[in-house]
């Protein structure tokens, strides 16, 4: 959360379009904040793209895009809402049609989980690079805790819930461990 993925996927493909090649992008249908169909990010800028469902095959999604024209690369926002079979689908793009696809998402949710398309990306990417933010101490802040309305750290729920600032906070692993077990006040956590 808070580290520009969409920011650096909305200018990538911005990169492409400006030297003439034509990019596909594609979110998750669940994420409706900015509007169906929108990448947006916090700093104003957007774009349109296809929306995908968890059950959607991304092979037939992208075969019928190609029939309106070439493209030079695909880009996904919200990666972790893929599932399994479509990572893998995205993976035969890579290898079979030779356009390469570039996931931007999270790596875990506020449990310290792997999402299942995370967790499929992990494992099977070519290449990975992290998009890196920073907790309120100054070190990378590699999880997420979500608050309730009250802004009460939350320990239990579904591992889906859309929602942004208000929602979720990024952390260090050291505070996120703080947050997550407030029980253990005792210890010195800087």
């Not at 356009?99 to 790596?107: A, M, N, S």
């Not at 309730?148 to 750290?153: A, E, F, P, W």
């Amino acid at each position: 959360m808070n580290a520009g993925k969409s920011a650096i996927l909305l200018q990538a493909s911005y990169n492409y379009r400006e030297n003439g090649m034509e990019t596909y992008l594609l979110t998750a249908g669940i994420d409706v904040r900015d509007g169906a169909g929108l990448i947006a990010s916090r700093i104003g800028i957007s774009d349109a793209a296809d929306a995908f469902a968890p059950t959607d095959n991304l092979l037939d999604k992208i075969n019928l895009r190609l029939t309106q024209g070439k493209l030079a690369a695909i880009f996904i926002d919200e990666a972790q809402f893929l599932s399994e079979d479509q990572v893998w689908q995205l993976s035969q793009v890579v290898d079979d049609m030779n356009i390469p696809v570039l996931c931007y998402g999270l790596r875990v949710d506020f449990q310290g989980k792997l999402f299942p398309g995370s967790a499929t990306l992990l494992a099977i990417a070519d290449e990975m690079r992290e998009v890196r933010t920073i907790c309120h101490c100054g070190k990378k802040a590699t999880m997420v805790i979500r608050k309730d309305d009250n802004g009460q750290v939350l320990t239990k729920g579904e591992q889906v819930q859309i929602g942004g600032n208000e929602t979720y906070v990024s952390l260090c692993r050291k505070h996120w461990r703080a947050a997550m077990a407030p029980c253990n006040n005792d210890e010195d956590l800087g």
